[in-house]
């Protein structure tokens, strides 16, 4: 029955037509249907993204979602040490929400289903049936400034701190509340929140005081020189957290500063981050820089971006002392290094050269080839969650190994995007002296869906 609904809806919204194509925001509450109130449409679609509520054209509900079906297989999941071989599996995303938007309130309700089929290790981030991911509401005090209050996605600049988590199976979402600022060059978030820890039953994603996550997040555009410029507080909490060197109660503060340019040929990103606070009775001094750049040749045929990115993250230096210079990536986006989520950013060196092609207006393609070493060899490597993957006490090796990457990108129409993915992870001399050290292999074909 799901699928015959899904073809249906296939068939009706790839047979629309509008004048002005629908945008969706990676935030979907961002989505602004707001201009189909001057616009007539006899598709239903439309009228689904438009409901008009009485008689001022302001006021309006809309209605979307998204359907996302991957089938991943590899091979030597961590590196040989969990894995018999080859792991196929599929995996199956649903989000459907309604929107309310009114001049002094506006609610937004969302509702998540993930599932794993045939995956051998599921966690609740895999499949969580059915939740309510977001629900919140916005008291609008003035066109540029509002509070916003319940469940909700949060992510601020290029998600290396706070992100969605889009790459896993279930998105992740943060309660509490937020006081939020917008302007054409400015734009502030003052938040106090908990995040959602995924359960694997039904609306059993309940309020979670066993972390909590809290700052002050300010965007500044338009700058002469460095063109735009984010300055941050980010201040963590966990009850229960673990390193390499350091378990239990986590108190962390995190200030830093991003500078960017997303617009022309030439693109940066460089961001640094400086964190303290105490953990376990450790005093906690990390810190990370990151670099990275790109150019994209428009007089040459499919309008090649080259790219080169490279990050310096702290790991502890010294065991047993009363200091954890491991840093903290609080809840990054969830493939953090190129499309698998092996490594996560802590005590890591890295370099990461790539190369992007625009092989027509709608299909893309791109390869990328990252390079690893551990940042202090006495402290280990962990995922992206911050789990201890390998510990790196007693062990002399640095270099982790090469990831070898490529994708090809097929935006079908405004609504289906199609995406092949595949990598080589080459283990390098670290990986075979922690544990078995086979290298790992990767493949994804992805459709996804928004509406």
């Keep these: 029955m799901r699928t015959r609904l899904i073809i249906l809806l296939l068939f009706v919204l790839t047979g629309i ?30 009228k689904m993204k438009y409901i008009r509520v009485g008689k ?36 199956a995303r649903y989000l459907a929400h309604v929107h309310l938007h009114t001049k002094y309130i506006r609610l937004f ?17 895999d499949e969580n049936p059915l939740d309510v991911h977001q629900f919140f509401a916005d008291v609008v005090f003035t066109k540029h400034f509002f ?55 039904f609306f059993d994603d309940n309020f979670n005081r066993n972390a909590k996550l809290w700052g002050n ?17 980010l201040g963590l909490y966990k009850s229960n957290a673990s390193f390499n060197d350091a378990s239990g109660k986590e108190v962390r503060h995190s200030v830093g500063t991003r500078i960017w340019k997303n617009k022309g040929n030439l693109t940066y990103n460089f961001e640094t981050v400086y ?13 990370t820089v990151s670099s990275q750049t790109n150019y994209q040749f428009n007089n040459i045929k499919f309008s090649p971006t080259v790219g080169l990115k490279t990050e310096i993250i702290s790991g502890d230096r010294h065991a047993n002392d009363n200091s954890l210079e491991t840093f903290n990536p609080l809840y990054p986006r969830g493939a953090y290094f190129g499309l698998v989520a092996l490594i996560g950013p802590s005590n890591l060196f890295d370099i990461h050269p790539s190369l992007d092609f625009n092989l027509s207006s709608r299909v893309s ?15 280990g490597i962990y995922a992206p969650n911050v789990q201890l993957v390998y510990s790196g006490q007693n062990l002399d090796e640095k270099f982790i190994g090469t990831q ?35 290298d790992y292999y990767y493949g994804a074909v992805t459709a996804q869906f928004k509406f």
């Design 17 to 46: 037509h509008a004048q002005t194509p629908p945008r969706f925001s990676f935030l979907r509450y961002n989505d602004d249907f707001s201009y189909l109130a001057t616009e007539k449409h006899e598709d239903i679609y439309y």
């Design 56 to 91: 001022n054209s302001d006021n309006y509900l809309s209605t979307g979602g998204e359907i996302r079906y991957q089938y991943i297989n590899t091979i030597n999941e961590k590196w040989g040490d969990d894995s018999n071989g080859s792991d196929g599996y599929f995996m």
């Design 109 to 125: 309700f969302q509702l998540q289903s993930s599932f794993a089929y045939s995956k051998a290790d599921v966690s609740p981030v």
């Design 147 to 201: 509070l916003r209050a319940g469940r909700q996605e949060i992510l601020f600049g290029s998600r290396r701190l706070v992100g969605v988590r889009e790459g896993p199976n279930s998105r992740l979402a943060f309660d509490g509340w937020s006081i939020i600022f917008k302007s054409e060059n400015n734009s502030n978030q003052l938040f106090y929140v908990h995040p959602v820890a995924n359960r694997p039953q």
């Design 217 to 233: 997040y300010t965007v500044v555009n338009n700058v002469p020189l460095i063109q735009n410029i984010d300055l941050y507080y």
């Design 275 to 287: 964190q303290f606070g105490k953990m376990a009775g450790k005093t906690i001094s990390a810190w």
């Design 365 to 379: 393609a791109g390869i990328d080839y990252d390079f690893f070493w551990r940042w202090s060899i006495n402290d």
């Design 404 to 438: 070898l990457a490529a994708n090809l990108n097929f935006d079908v129409n405004p609504f289906l995007s199609l995406t092949a993915e595949a990598a080589w992870f080459d283990a390098g001399p670290f990986l075979k002296e922690a544990g078995t050290g086979k």
